[in-house]
């Protein structure tokens, strides 16, 4: 059977490595795609996931979602990362075909897992504010949920503790009061966050081998990855990207790639330390503890990079050669 997912977004450059993902592997049926502020305005996160439906013939619906965090005041887009489209050096067409659902992201979240129970994996890739809101306007989501899956957070494994801040995750960061509606919920979460991500890498050398392999969605990906490559060169020193939100996308498929931690997660609101996100993963009884009352959450701590990149890979260039 597929695995139902809903992907929540903020379309920039490694959000299409994962939406492509999504799509091309057989194994997951991409019921929507709900956008969100984050690497991109809301405007341009939704226009952006309207092209990518327009261009690949997608069959999920695209959700307008929050234009702004529930608390904090907003960030801004990260442009330096993602370019002023989002998409790096590539322009999107100023009009494309298709319109988004007429609901808002939050309330298509509830409407989709009240029709189909304990089916859908809501899998977020960017700031949680529409899964919080969700949450707020109807709590009862929280058993009607197959799992949650994140790509946030930083808990200092395998020496990774921030990337916006020195313990800060850009996700987390951008909405840490959402993260922390999210994290501290009944629900079943899977944090999929720095620790792992970043021992995972898109090498120039991969990009380079994709874009000749796996057809047209390969050069698509090789083009808005020539912005992603160069930041990350200039800024971190590599001729290489992090494989951010790829990784959300490759539990769903194989959870086995991932090693887990579980304890409950709480997330700084506030402050120098804004955005951080601790676990509590002893059994051990404290005086004072604001996180044994909560669920415990599963985080990742170790991944099998040289698998999750050869599923990565095989599976764009089955797509790219199918819809050729």
Known sequence: MRKKIILDTDPGIDDVMAIMFAEAHPEIELKAITT?????????????????????????????????????????PTVVVHGESGFGDVEVPAKVVGEVDSRCAYQYIIDAVKAEPN????????????????????????????????????????DHRGNVTPYAEANVHDDPHAADIVFSAAWPVVI??????????????????????????????????????????????????????????????DPELFTLREGPVRVITEGPAEGMTIQKFDDR???????????????????????LLAIYRQCIIEYGHRIS
């Not at 083009?223 to 951010?244: N, P, T």
């Not at 996180?291 to 990742?300: D, I, N």
């Open 192 to 253: 999929i966050g720095l620790d792992v991500t970043e021992q995972s890498f898109f090498t120039g050398d991969y990009l380079d081998r994709l874009r000749d392999d796996a057809a047209e969605v390969g050069q698509f990906i090789w083009d808005v990855s020539r912005f992603y490559l160069k930041f990350y060169k200039e800024k971190v020193g590599i001729d290489a990207c992090h494989v951010h939100d790829p990784s959300a996308i490759a539990y769903v498929i």
């Open 119 to 158: 089916e859908i994996t809501l899998v977020a890739i960017g700031p949680l504010t529409n899964l919080a809101l969700a949450l707020q306007a109807e709590p009862d989501i929280v058993n009607l949920v197959k799992e949650v899956v994140v790509m946030g957070g930083a808990f200092g494994v395998n």
């Open 36 to 76: 969100v502020f984050g690497n991109v305005s809301i405007e341009t996160a939704t226009h952006n996931a309207l092209y990518l439906k327009q261009k690949y013939q997608l069959k999920a619906d695209v959700v307008k979602g929050a234009s702004k965090p529930l608390v904090r005041p907003p960030v801004g």
């Open 285 to 307: 009884t404290y005086p004072n503890d604001e996180w044994s009352k909560h669920t415990p959450q599963r985080v990742g701590i170790a991944v099998k990079d040289t698998e």
